[in-house]
């Protein structure tokens, strides 16, 4: 089975940045689709950024377009996470989560496999 691992999280400040990673094991990387998603205190989690199986498509939110970049490297069955220009808004635990296939999914349900998170928190 997928196993996830999110690491990279911290306490910054506003504008600062922060790269967050993904560790996957279990199954063939490259078979699968990966996304971000991030869930602040009281909110429901949201979709913040995927990519497909190959790298080749990526997508994101428009809260965090030009400021996020989502990215993988194949070799090492990691998933990576570019966030610049924090802010306030951009707090929460983020999550990596994993699709099988090359559909590219923006939406919670569409994903099986979930990491157990790892916490951002942006301080003003």
């Known amino acids: 089975q997928v196993q996830l691992v999110e690491s990279g999280g911290g306490l910054v400040q506003a504008g600062d940045s922060l790269r967050l990673s993904c560790a996957f094991s279990?199954?063939?990387?490259?078979?699968?689709?990966m996304g971000w998603f991030r869930q602040a205190p009281g909110k429901e989690r949201e979709f913040v950024a995927s990519?497909?199986?190959?790298?080749?498509?990526?997508y994101y939110a428009d809260s965090v377009k030009g400021r996020f970049t989502i990215s993988r490297d194949n070799t090492r069955n990691l998933v990576f996470l570019q966030m610049n220009s924090l802010n306030a808004e951009d707090a929460g635990v983020y999550y990596c989560?994993?699709?099988?296939?090359?559909?590219?999914?923006?939406?919670?349900?569409?994903?099986?496999?979930w990491g157990q998170g790892t916490q951002v928190t942006v301080s003003s």
């Open positions: 990519i497909s199986a190959s790298g080749g498509n990526t």
């Open positions: 989560a994993a699709r099988s296939g090359p559909y590219v999914g923006n939406a919670v349900w569409e994903y099986r496999d």
């Open positions: 279990g199954r063939t990387f490259g078979r699968y689709a």
